[in-house]
């Protein structure tokens, strides 16, 4: 398995299985952001790796971009990545208010290259 560190930096595609304005499942919030995963990788709960798409206003199936940091959560084992449009970049502040709506429930440390 891949460290999640080695995605710092790098292009990736974000496949969209949570649109901006779609509703959790099982939880019942509104995603406030694109949200989505990396294919062919695996994370920490064997799932793919997940991403939030920071910087774009409108729901998208399909993303290219960098990834400019990680959402490493202490009390999960599934880390996020924060993926924008290459050479923009948000604030860990920025970051953290953009996630609250999901990141809430968890402990976190922003992780940059």
Request: aromatic share 10%; glycine share 8%.
């Amino acid at each position: 398995m891949k460290s999640n560190k080695e995605y710092l930096g790098k292009i990736v595609t974000v496949i969209m299985d949570r649109p901006l304005g779609t509703t959790h499942p099982k939880h019942g919030f509104i995603y406030e952001v694109n949200y989505g995963y990396i294919p062919n990788t695996i994370s920490g709960d064997g799932e793919e790796l997940d991403a939030y798409v920071l910087g774009v206003h409108e729901p998208l199936q399909k993303f290219e971009g960098e990834v400019v940091a990680i959402i490493h959560r202490i009390n999960d084992n599934d880390d996020k990545l924060v993926v924008m449009e290459k050479g923009k970049n948000y604030t860990d502040e920025q970051i953290r208010c953009l996630t609250e709506f999901q990141e809430q429930w968890f402990e976190s440390v922003i992780i940059r290259k």
